[in-house]
């Protein structure tokens, strides 16, 4: 029997730190208490092996909510204080590499669920047992000392400066394709070089408003108030105010609190009003994002700390600066659009499960984080006569539209030959298939499993499957055993080699599950296959009672690897109890 799982699915035996406590030879090896820096011990995935007391204190947490956790998960976020994703994580990349890293710029989750900046220093160690690690030192960030006299103004930027922003800008804002990134990476260069707020109330394609973002330079630090974000009201089509005319598409213009102190000609009005009165800005600058055809919202920068007020001689640079924004929120939105019609296309081409009287059936479909979200990945499941089903899943090399459209070709040429022969061995259909692959169909390579299940004379569910070169269906019994099916491996389609394809009959026990799976679920350009694979069954044991919907988004969220830039396909069922149960 396995011992005690932690987070990543792997045994005490086999892992470097029970969950619940810390290595003692860690401790002995690096003796943490002596170092008055707050120090952190890391095996080589990222877990927390041990802390000292300094860093206990720092991040006002006691050792037992950190050892066995995920460092990155757990404590680390991006300057907004967002939880960043694994393979644009700086410390996880230098940990992972065994390198050496410092950062002076991030935010760490503290006990009481505030975020502190704090610069980190990461360096390799090796642990007790000859296993890597890493150690990382956390200390607070040297602090700017700002000055006091309210009655000197920060010098306005230099013309050199303003070129060299606004190319930074465009730098910035053109390397993402995320409209919540591309936003915060405006504010980043704006506050608190212009201005101490930033608002941005954006248009949906409905042209109603919402105030997207309000962030606040506090302390040296950008905080997003979200209770200044929201719903707007409709933009009036006559209003002469500031932030009406701007999310019209007219020329930027200064504001401040008296421009919005009389009558309120909208609902708009009293808005701004209210964000004036909460922020207390006294001087504001509001201009128009436009994208190549629509107005796309507006940009507000608003000066509360600072002194000196917007004048007419700032407009062109805050013109600049949303034009460049236009640009990139539109190729933001279009990217988007474009990814949620790929997405539903993608999800139209995977068929719908049929109803097996006595068994559970379901699907997993994860599109890859960074492709065009359509690839190779599928599966399928179809009746072939009123006692038997076919299962199959399979991966067409690729991941862009010809993977997809090649996958719906290999898909339905495949429901058309088992159909055409119901009772024929699963390898003879697969044969059928290659030939065709071969000269028919132009994708590359393609693996597969297809299997065909009924009831057998003894109540009990049987499985006659063949593998064409992809990764072994997984059989968990309900009492938590979990093996690999590696009987009837042949060679994937498409190669041109004539070599025997074999059968196999796998006999499923009552209230088992079958998973059959694709390689983005555990594979892992910094680990071996075999490792994946591993952590794929320990999950799937450890999971082996969970309800088959759940057992499934446990096993993505435990196993699928956050480097793997790579589609996933699921298909699982689970046999009923026998009836004498």
Not at 175 to 181: A, F, I, N, Q
Not at 551 to 565: E, Q, S, T, Y
Not at 573 to 581: G, H, I, Q
Request: proline share 8%.
């Amino acid at each position: 029997m396995d011992g005690p799982r932690r987070r990543d699915g792997r045994t005490q035996d086999d892992s470097t730190v029970p969950r619940n406590r810390p290595r003692s030879d860690a401790l002995l090896q690096l003796p943490l208490d002596a170092m008055r820096a707050s120090a952190i011990v890391l095996d080589d995935d990222g877990a927390i092996l041990a802390a000292n007391d300094a860093a206990l204190g720092m991040l006002g947490r006691s050792l037992g909510e950190l050892v066995g956790q995920d460092f990155h998960d757990l404590l680390h976020r991006d300057d907004h204080g967002h939880t960043m994703p694994r393979t644009r994580c700086p410390l996880r990349k230098a940990l992972l590499e065994g390198g050496t890293e410092h950062g002076e710029s991030g935010r760490f989750v503290l006990g009481d669920g505030s975020l502190a900046p704090l610069s980190w220093f990461v360096t390799p160690c090796v642990l007790g047992t000859e296993a890597p690690g890493g150690l990382v030192l956390l200390y607070e960030p040297a602090k700017v000392e700002l000055a006091k006299n309210d009655d000197v103004a920060p010098a306005p930027l230099t013309e050199l400066e303003r070129l060299a922003l606004l190319a930074e800008t465009t730098t910035r804002l053109t390397s993402t394709l995320d409209v919540d990134e591309a936003l915060h990476r405006l504010v980043a260069l704006t506050v608190p070089r212009l201005a101490d707020w930033a608002v941005f109330d954006l248009l949906t394609e409905r042209d109603e408003v919402t105030r997207t973002l309000v962030m606040e330079h506090k302390d040296g630090v950008l905080i997003e108030r979200e209770d200044l974000q929201g719903p707007m009201p409709p933009v009036p089509d006559e209003s002469p105010m500031p932030l009406s005319r701007a999310l019209r598409g007219a020329a930027s213009s200064l504001a401040g609190p008296s421009t919005y102190q009389g009558e309120p000609d909208s609902g708009i009005a009293v808005e701004q009003r209210r964000l004036f009165s909460a922020t207390g800005m006294h001087s504001a600058i509001i201009a128009p994002v436009r994208g190549l055809r629509d107005v796309l919202g507006a940009l507000t920068l608003g000066r509360s700390q600072r002194p000196d007020p917007f004048t007419a001689a700032d407009l062109p640079l805050l013109e600049d600066l949303t034009r460049r924004t236009g640009l990139a929120l539109d190729n933001a939105r279009l990217y988007q659009r474009q990814r949620k019609v790929a997405e539903t296309m993608q999800r139209h081409l995977l068929p719908q499960l049929p109803s097996v009287p006595g068994l559970e059936m379901t699907t997993r479909y994860v599109p890859a984080p960074h492709a065009s979200s359509v690839g190779g990945d599928w599966y399928d499941a179809f009746a072939l006569t009123p006692g038997a089903h076919a299962l199959a899943i399979g991966d067409v090399v690729g991941h862009d539209l010809d993977a997809a459209a090649g996958m719906a070709q290999v898909r339905n040429m495949l429901r058309a030959f088992a159909w055409s022969q119901p009772s024929a061995d699963p390898s003879a259909v697969v044969k059928q298939l290659d030939e065709a692959v071969m000269h028919i169909v132009e994708v590359p390579m393609v693996t597969m499993i297809f299997g065909r299940i009924s009831r057998g004379d003894d109540g009990l569910w049987l499985l006659r499957w063949t593998n064409a070169g992809h990764p072994p269906p997984l059989l968990v019994t309900h009492d938590g055993q979990a093996r690999f099916l590696d009987d009837a491996h042949g060679i994937l389609l498409g190669t041109g080699a004539d070599r025997p394809r074999p059968d196999t009959v796998t006999v499923l026990p009552p209230r088992a599950t079958l998973l059959l799976y694709t390689d983005g679920l555990v594979e892992s350009p910094h680990r071996s296959i075999d490792r994946g694979l591993d952590r794929l069954r320990r999950h799937a044991a450890s999971l082996a009672r969970r309800p088959l919907p759940r057992f499934c988004d446990a096993l993505l969220h435990g196993v699928r690897p956050d480097d793997n830039d790579d589609d996933v396909a699921m298909l699982a069922l689970r046999t009923p109890p026998r009836l004498r149960e």
